[in-house]
């Protein structure tokens, strides 16, 4: 299984950018996905899941901010970040399969460095 992730990159504080994360060997559509980001001198945490169906789970710290999706033609998943704070700053992971919610999942990507200056 790999997942290639990017769209990370530097943003002013208001500010958006999306994130994607290519998978192969693994239907990221029959399997629950997920986004966690882990910020410098902090422990990862999960921001955005899509458990079952179109089912999402949202960081309190970013609901209404961030959105989940996933593209079965593509095989890819999405997190599409708005009104982006400076607390947002991470570097940011997506993960398929397994136990997204006990971030236990069958594979990782690589990890995007999201920068948002204010």
């Known amino acids: 299984v790999q997942l290639q992730a990017s769209g990370g990159g530097l943003v002013q504080a208001g500010g958006s950018l999306r994130l994607s994360c290519a998978a192969s060997?693994?239907?990221?559509?029959?399997?629950?996905v997920g986004w966690y980001r882990q910020a410098p001198g902090k422990q990862r945490e999960l921001v955005a899941a899509?458990?079952?169906?179109?089912?999402?789970n949202y960081a309190d710290s970013v609901k209404g901010r961030f959105t989940i999706s996933r593209d079965s033609a593509k095989n890819t998943v999405y997190l599409q970040m708005d009104n982006l704070k400076p607390e947002d700053t991470a570097v940011y992971y997506c993960?398929?399969?397994?136990?997204?919610?006990?971030?236990?999942?069958?594979?990782w990507g690589q990890g995007t460095l999201v920068t948002v200056s204010s």
């Open positions: 993960a398929v399969g397994g136990s997204i919610l006990a971030s236990r999942p069958y594979s």
């Open positions: 060997k693994i239907i990221v559509s029959a399997n629950a």
């Open positions: 899509m458990i079952s169906g179109d089912r999402t």
